[in-house]
């Protein structure tokens, strides 16, 4: 299973952000998927996650402000992370994560990681 993350970048304090990540892999597309974030200097949090059946889990930083979603296709699946009036704590990588189990807030129980991608917002 490979992962790529991408969308990030720089946005003012107020604006949005589009990540996506593009999983492929034999049975990626009945994988849950969660996103995960790691500010410098800070541990990795959770940030988001969804389930086959498409049912959501938000950390309560960003409830209401993002939301998650995926598409399934044969062999891939690709997973979205809608971020609107974005705050500058919301600055770190983001990182999407493929569990074949269940969807889960611990990070610990994804097998699988994309590489990240920055978002910054500044004030």
């Known amino acids: 299973v490979q992962l790529q993350a991408s969308g990030g970048g720089l946005v003012q304090a107020g604006g949005s952000l589009r990540l996506s990540c593009a999983a492929s892999g034999r049975t990626v597309s009945t994988y849950a998927m969660g996103w995960f974030r790691q500010a410098p200097g800070e541990e990795r949090e959770f940030v988001a996650a969804i389930s086959l059946s498409r049912n959501p889990d938000y950390a309560d930083s960003v409830k209401g402000r993002f939301t998650i979603s995926r598409d399934n296709a044969k062999n891939t699946v690709t997973v979205y992370l809608q971020m609107n009036s974005l705050k500058p704590e919301d600055t770190a990588v983001y990182y999407c994560?493929?569990?074949?189990?269940?969807?889960?807030?611990?990070?610990?129980?994804?097998?699988?990681w994309g590489q990240g991608t920055q978002v910054t917002v500044s004030s």
């Open positions: 994560a493929a569990d074949p189990r269940a969807w889960s807030r611990r990070g610990d129980t994804y097998d699988y």
